[in-house]
């Protein structure tokens, strides 16, 4: 069925008046036209042929009718729905103000006042439609709206309209239900039933595009959701977040999890925690930092916590809260390079990088009393190699041993042994990064070429002719592939290697508790205490 203007013309003759053509979404062609009855320019918006085809038109006006019920401020009503000549269409008022995408397209990002108060309108008109039943599932720059000054939200379940009217025909035609870029991975995954948590990922892409300029590309990692950072950004998209509000990039990963269980459970829960990154933040002057971070480390000395150091990043993440660029916090930890900033945190300042669902960091700390004298380190030295299996570079500065490999190959180990003396304590802090070389990245790969071969026999499985829509599942499975598969190879790495650096730590452990209280006995003679048993390299 051709869908040209002339023929819309013809169609709607004595009740529209059509102008002229506005644009062309996914699902409708939008024309500004003279409502004939009310005097009034109106926008009618009507489906393309296809959808038309595989939708039916009573099921789908009963549906539209739903939607007209809304009445909010921050809602584009509905205004007329029906059915001329073949051609199913609905109307709505027109909006002179323009869409968001036409201010997002003049390639200005928006200040950051401005995002909140958008993403708040739209928000409440979310809330609005969800207590009433009706998900949006399209939220997207197009349409969000601007009437007066205030944010107006469009096409209010037009997709549950299409999908409850001919899900199954859609499916066989590959129409998509939604926006690539802004459509939920449960929407990306064809899954029937959405909710609220849904819409929550379109705002936060539609949020993420505002501030950054552009969408967010690639759904967050676990590794993400830990950090409250979108490790695997690209350096423009990195240069702009760092220059948002602390807390911001934390709700925004949090808003785009995979899972919906992850994120916020309403589009104004969302709202409010970007409203409190902006203000609930305390700023602190440089000098009240430093002062702060000096006593965080007297005590962290003094009572050492169970688990490892923070990571560079996430030092960045707190940093971000007062307002401290991230530059400047990797700038300090290789200016300071003291005892309790890891290895593995000056590798990260001196060589920035992200890290990736195909990294882990292992660590161990142990503190003994006593401090071990300088003139032992040498046995250090041997105990940690004939442990490990490797030769190491080493470093004493300010009563603190460093050991680091001697430039690892590409394949070799990343493992950094600290000794620290200090305050009649002895604290040990081994660190391996565990990165998976070799054989093991081609697991990954076969791993990911397996998914996808999978995804693509689910795809013809549940569909005989998926169309365009078979690389769906054939992405999501090459996806889950990759990530099941490092995940799996990585655990397994830290299974292996965990062992051996307990017992390294083991024996330094017993080596510095034992050594001080040896060496007033004995002068200058008497032989070490045997230690146990060092496991091998592996």
Not at 54 to 79: K, W, Y
Not at 110 to 138: C, K, Y
Not at 408 to 432: D, L, M, W
């Amino acid at each position: 069925m051709p869908d040209d203007i002339e023929s819309i013309k013809g169609a709607l003759a004595g009740r529209y008046a059509i102008k002229r053509r506005l644009g062309s979404g996914g699902m409708a062609t939008v024309y500004l036209a003279r409502d004939l009855k009310h005097g009034r320019d109106v926008a009618v918006k009507v489906l393309r042929p296809e959808l038309t085809a595989a939708v039916g038109s009573d099921r789908f006006l009963r549906e539209i009718r739903i939607t007209a019920q809304l009445n909010h401020p921050h809602i584009l009503p509905l205004l007329d729905s029906g059915e001329a000549d073949g051609f199913l269409y609905y109307v709505m008022p027109y909006v002179a103000g323009g869409s968001l995408r036409g201010h997002l397209s003049r390639g200005a990002r928006v200040p950051f006042d401005v995002t909140l108060r958008i993403a708040q309108q739209v928000a409440a008109a979310l809330e609005h439609a969800h207590r009433h039943g009706v998900i949006h599932r399209d939220i997207k720059p197009e349409n969000i709206l601007f009437s007066e000054g205030l944010a107006v939200v469009a096409d209010f379940g037009i997709a549950k309209a299409v999908s409850a009217a001919g899900r199954e025909s859609l499916t066989r035609t590959g129409v998509p239900l939604g926006t690539p870029g802004y459509m939920s991975p449960e929407q990306a995954a064809a899954i029937a039933e959405f909710d609220e948590r849904t819409d929550v990922y379109g705002l936060a892409c539609v949020v993420y595009e505002m501030l950054v300029g552009d969408t967010p590309g690639l759904w967050p990692t676990e590794e993400a959701l830990r950090l409250g950072r979108f490790v695997d950004a690209s350096p423009e998209h990195r240069e702009c977040l760092d220059g948002l509000p602390g807390r911001l990039e934390q709700a925004l990963v949090r808003a785009l999890a995979v899972r919906p269980a992850n994120r916020f459970a309403t589009p104004v829960e969302f709202a409010d925690v970007l409203a409190a990154a902006a203000e609930g933040s305390v700023k602190l002057s440089d000098g009240q930092v430093r002062r702060i971070l000096e006593r965080a480390a007297e005590l962290e000395a003094e009572h050492p916590t169970e688990e490892g150091a923070l990571s560079i990043g996430a030092v960045e993440q707190v940093a971000a809260e007062v307002g401290i660029a991230p530059e400047r916090v990797r700038e300090a930890a290789r200016e300071l390079a003291r005892p309790r900033v890891s290895g593995a945190a000056w590798q990260a300042g001196a060589e920035p990088r992200s890290p990736g669902p195909s990294r882990d960091t292992l660590t161990i700390d142990r503190t003994v009393e006593g401090e071990i004298p300088e003139s032992e380190y040498e046995a250090l030295v041997a105990e940690i190699q004939a442990a490990l299996g490797i030769v190491g570079h080493v470093s004493a500065v300010g009563g603190t041993l460093t050991w680091s490999p001697a430039a690892p190959r590409p394949e070799g180990r990343k493992v950094i042994v600290t000794v620290t003396r200090q305050a009649g304590q002895t604290r040990i802090h081994v660190e391996e990064r565990l990165e998976l070389t070799d054989w093991r990245q081609l697991a990954c790969s076969a791993g990911g070429i397996g998914g996808a071969a999978l995804g693509a026999a689910l795809g013809l499985f549940f569909s005989a002719d998926p169309g365009p829509l078979i690389l769906i599942p054939i992405a999501l499975g090459a996806f889950w592939g990759v990530f099941a598969s490092r995940h799996t190879l990585t655990r397994g790495l830290r299974e292996q290697r965990e062992p051996q650096l307990e017992r390294l730590v083991d024996r330094l452990a017993a080596l510095a508790a034992e050594v001080p209280g040896a060496a007033l006995e004995r002068g200058a003679g008497r032989r070490r205490p045997a230690l146990p048993e060092a496991g091998g390299s592996s």
